[in-house]
């Protein structure tokens, strides 16, 4: 999925609580209209991964139970 820069204007980007805070993370904004972004915390201005809602629980799902 592609996504535009003023598609991302209104993200709220998080970072896990489990992170550490090493800056070695990855962030994610889940407040976007049927999109979860994610991108890397040292590189914010880079690259954006755009999942469905549906395949971002699934990944998030496998993570789990792993």
């Known amino acids: 999925m592609t996504m535009k ?3 991302l204007e209104n993200a709220e980007w998080r970072t ?3 992170s550490g805070g090493n800056g ?3 962030e994610v904004a889940d ?3 049927a999109v979860i972004a994610v991108r ?3 590189d914010r201005s880079g690259p ?3 999942f469905s ?3 971002w629980t699934s990944f998030t799902a496998s993570l789990r139970s792993e």
């Open 40 to 42: 890397d915390s040292k």
């Open 16 to 18: 896990s609580s489990r």
């Open 48 to 50: 954006v991964l755009a």
């Open 31 to 33: 407040n976007l209209a």
């Open 5 to 7: 820069n003023w598609q």
């Open 53 to 55: 809602p549906t395949a």
């Open 24 to 26: 070695n993370c990855v």
